[in-house]
C-alpha cells in the first residue's frame, strides 16, 4: 500500500462482468483504485488480466450475501489502499420466473443477494464512508418502479429502491451521500438464465456506466438520489 497516493477507492460488488466491470474499467480510467468482488475466482482473475491487471485494482473472491464475505472484502480494500470512498452495491441477479408459477427452490438466494447483499454492504463500509464522506451507490432496477405481473425479482428491486432512500435518510448526517441507479433493460449476462436478451433497444453496460460513474463523481456537498435509466423505445 501505497501511503501517499490518495487517489479514490471504490469497492462493487458483483464486479467481474457486466454492469460491475464496466463501472471497474471507467473508474480505473478516471485514476480511481478499484476492488472488485464476485464468487468466481477464474471470472475475476480473467478481468484483471484482461485489463493486464494494473496495480490499482484488486479482486476479492466472496459471496455477497454473506456478511463476513462482504466485511472481509472491506477490511481488504483498506489495507490495500488504505482508505474507501465509494461502495457499488451491483451484485444481483434474477430467477425469471413469477410467483405463480416458479421454481420457489432459487428464491432465497436471489432475495438475500439482491436484498440482503447491499444492506450488508451499507453495514460493513459505513464506517470508512464516515472518514471520506463517501458515497454509497445501489444499483436497482426499473423493476423496483414499475409493477409488473407476479415478478419476483422486481419485487427485490422494491425493496432496494427503499432501501435506499431509508439509508439516505439515516447517513446523510454522516457526509456520506447515497445514489440509487436505476436501469432499464441492459445487454449483460444478467439475460443468461433467460435463455435470449430481451426485444427491443437495450444499453450497454458502458452506456449505464457512464451514468454510475457520473453520479460517482458529484461535487462534494453534492447527492444525486435517484437515477432512472432506460434505453430509448423501453415503454415501461
Known amino acids: 500500500m501505497s501511503e501517499s497516493n490518495q487517489s479514490p477507492v471504490a469497492l ?3 464486479g467481474g462482468s457486466g454492469i460491475g466491470a464496466a463501472v471497474a474499467r471507467q473508474l480505473l480510467d478516471a485514476g480511481h483504485r478499484v476492488a472488485v468482488t464476485g464468487r468466481g475466482e477464474q471470472r475475476l482473475r480473467g478481468f484483471a488480466e484482461e485489463l493486464g491487471r494494473p496495480e490499482g485494482l484488486l479482486t476479492i473472491t466472496g459471496n455477497a450475501a454473506e456478511y463476513d464475505d462482504v466485511r472481509g472484502a472491506v477490511e481488504a480494500t483498506l489495507l490495500e489502499f488504505g482508505r474507501l470512498d465509494t461502495v457499488v452495491a451491483n451484485a444481483g441477479f434474477a430467477t425469471h420466473d413469477s410467483v405463480a408459477d416458479g421454481d420457489p427452490a432459487g428464491w432465497p438466494e436471489m432475495v438475500l443477494t439482491n436484498v440482503l447483499g447491499p444492506a450488508l454492504l451499507v ?8 472518514e471520506t ?6 444499483i436497482g432496477s426499473v423493476a423496483g418502479f414499475v409493477h409488473t405481473p407476479g415478478n419476483i425479482y422486481g419485487a427485490t428491486k422494491w425493496a432496494v429502491t427503499g432501501l435506499a432512500e431509508n439509508t439516505r435518510r439515516q447517513v446523510t448526517e454522516f457526509g456520506v451521500g447515497v445514489t440509487l441507479v436505476a436501469p432499464g433493460r441492459v ?12 426485444p427491443g433497444q437495450l444499453l450497454t453496460a458502458d452506456q ?5 460513474v457520473w453520479a460517482i463523481r458529484q461535487p462534494e456537498g453534492v447527492d444525486v438520489n435517484t437515477v432512472v435509466v432506460r434505453p430509448i423505445g423501453q415503454p415501461n
Open 187 to 198: 445487454e449483460t449476462p444478467f439475460w443468461d438464465s433467460y435463455g435470449s436478451l430481451p
Open 123 to 130: 453495514r460493513a463500509s459505513i464506517d470508512a464512508l464516515k
Open 208 to 212: 449505464l456506466a457512464d451514468s454510475i
Open 133 to 138: 464522506r463517501g458515497r454509497i451507490v445501489l
Open 12 to 14: 462493487i460488488t458483483g
